[in-house]
Protein backbone atom coordinates (compact mmCIF):
# COMPACT_ATOMS: atom_id res chain seq x y z
CA UNK A 1 0.00 0.00 0.00
CA UNK A 2 1.34 3.41 -0.52
CA UNK A 3 -0.26 6.54 0.56
CA UNK A 4 0.48 9.95 -1.71
CA UNK A 5 -0.37 13.42 0.46
CA UNK A 6 -0.18 16.43 -1.24
CA UNK A 7 -2.20 19.57 -0.55
CA UNK A 8 0.67 21.40 1.37
CA UNK A 9 2.01 24.82 0.94
CA UNK A 10 2.72 28.20 2.08
CA UNK A 11 -0.15 30.40 3.19
CA UNK A 12 -0.84 33.79 4.95
CA UNK A 13 -2.48 33.00 8.71
CA UNK A 14 -6.06 33.33 8.30
CA UNK A 15 -5.78 31.47 5.15
CA UNK A 16 -7.30 27.83 4.00
CA UNK A 17 -5.41 24.97 2.70
CA UNK A 18 -6.75 21.19 1.59
CA UNK A 19 -4.99 18.27 1.35
CA UNK A 20 -5.29 15.28 0.04
CA UNK A 21 -3.97 11.84 0.57
CA UNK A 22 -4.66 9.01 -1.99
CA UNK A 23 -3.96 5.55 -1.42
CA UNK A 24 -3.09 2.67 -3.89
CA UNK A 25 -2.10 -0.95 -3.80
CA UNK A 26 -4.95 -1.63 -2.18
CA UNK A 27 -8.86 -0.49 -0.88
CA UNK A 28 -8.90 1.31 2.49
CA UNK A 29 -12.83 1.85 2.29
CA UNK A 30 -12.57 -0.82 5.65
CA UNK A 31 -10.00 1.06 7.16
CA UNK A 32 -9.98 4.45 9.08
CA UNK A 33 -7.94 6.90 8.33
CA UNK A 34 -5.55 9.55 10.61
CA UNK A 35 -3.82 12.48 9.41
CA UNK A 36 -1.07 13.49 12.04
CA UNK A 37 1.36 16.37 12.11
CA UNK A 38 5.24 17.32 13.17
CA UNK A 39 6.57 20.37 14.03
CA UNK A 40 9.81 21.15 13.66
CA UNK A 41 11.92 20.37 17.02
CA UNK A 42 8.77 18.66 18.22
CA UNK A 43 7.32 14.81 18.36
CA UNK A 44 4.46 13.91 15.93
CA UNK A 45 1.27 14.51 17.24
CA UNK A 46 -2.27 13.37 16.43
CA UNK A 47 -4.27 15.79 14.11
CA UNK A 48 -7.38 14.18 13.00
CA UNK A 49 -9.23 10.54 12.35
CA UNK A 50 -12.18 8.95 10.51
CA UNK A 51 -13.51 5.86 10.90
CA UNK A 52 -13.92 3.48 7.94
CA UNK A 53 -17.46 4.49 6.96
CA UNK A 54 -16.75 8.13 7.15
CA UNK A 55 -19.63 8.99 9.94
CA UNK A 56 -17.80 8.96 12.83
CA UNK A 57 -14.53 11.90 13.08
CA UNK A 58 -11.93 13.07 15.59
CA UNK A 59 -9.92 16.10 15.92
CA UNK A 60 -7.61 17.07 18.14
CA UNK A 61 -8.33 20.35 20.41
CA UNK A 62 -6.37 22.50 18.67
CA UNK A 63 -8.05 22.29 15.17
CA UNK A 64 -11.58 21.74 16.39
CA UNK A 65 -13.32 23.95 14.07
CA UNK A 66 -11.28 24.70 11.55
CA UNK A 67 -10.49 21.35 10.13
CA UNK A 68 -12.67 19.53 8.61
CA UNK A 69 -11.08 15.50 7.29
CA UNK A 70 -13.34 13.49 4.94
CA UNK A 71 -13.12 10.57 2.56
CA UNK A 72 -14.19 9.71 -0.98
CA UNK A 73 -14.09 5.58 -0.38
CA UNK A 74 -14.80 5.24 -4.20
CA UNK A 75 -11.50 7.42 -4.92
CA UNK A 76 -9.44 6.03 -2.10
CA UNK A 77 -8.73 9.23 -0.69
CA UNK A 78 -8.85 10.86 2.30
CA UNK A 79 -9.19 14.80 2.71
CA UNK A 80 -8.15 17.61 5.29
CA UNK A 81 -10.04 20.86 4.57
CA UNK A 82 -7.81 23.32 6.72
CA UNK A 83 -9.52 26.83 7.59
CA UNK A 84 -8.26 29.78 9.58
CA UNK A 85 -4.62 28.62 9.65
CA UNK A 86 -2.20 29.49 12.45
CA UNK A 87 1.88 30.13 12.51
CA UNK A 88 1.42 27.10 14.76
CA UNK A 89 -0.22 24.64 12.31
CA UNK A 90 2.92 24.76 10.37
CA UNK A 91 4.37 21.24 10.23
CA UNK A 92 4.65 18.63 8.00
CA UNK A 93 1.17 16.88 7.93
CA UNK A 94 1.35 12.65 7.28
CA UNK A 95 -1.54 10.29 6.41
CA UNK A 96 -2.16 7.23 7.29
CA UNK A 97 -4.02 4.31 7.35
CA UNK A 98 -5.12 2.18 10.38
CA UNK A 99 -3.68 -1.54 11.02
CA UNK A 100 -7.28 -2.86 11.90
CA UNK A 101 -10.17 -3.15 10.11
CA UNK A 102 -13.01 -1.61 10.49
CA UNK A 103 -12.16 0.19 13.71
CA UNK A 104 -13.48 3.45 14.53
CA UNK A 105 -12.16 4.02 18.72
CA UNK A 106 -11.52 7.46 19.67
CA UNK A 107 -8.70 6.62 21.84
CA UNK A 108 -7.52 3.77 19.17
CA UNK A 109 -7.29 6.26 16.54
CA UNK A 110 -5.41 9.50 18.17
CA UNK A 111 -2.15 6.99 18.58
CA UNK A 112 0.04 6.74 16.00
CA UNK A 113 1.28 3.27 16.96
CA UNK A 114 -1.96 1.52 15.77
CA UNK A 115 -1.38 3.08 12.14
CA UNK A 116 0.85 0.47 9.85
CA UNK A 117 0.88 2.67 6.61
CA UNK A 118 1.97 6.01 6.48
CA UNK A 119 2.83 8.55 3.91
CA UNK A 120 6.15 10.95 2.99
CA UNK A 121 4.32 13.94 4.46
CA UNK A 122 3.41 16.88 3.26
CA UNK A 123 4.70 20.27 4.56
CA UNK A 124 2.35 22.96 5.42
CA UNK A 125 3.70 26.91 6.76
CA UNK A 126 1.80 29.36 8.12
CA UNK A 127 3.19 32.66 8.20
CA UNK A 128 1.71 35.21 10.39
Known amino acids: VQLQASGGGLVQAGGSLRLSCAAS????????MGWFRQAPGKEREFVSA????????YYTDSVKGRFTISRDNAKNTVYLQMNSLKPEDTAVYYC??????????????????????WGQGTLVTVSS
Open 96 to 117: AIDRSIYNSGRTHLMADRNYDY
Open 50 to 57: IGWRGGIT
Open 25 to 32: GRSVSSYA
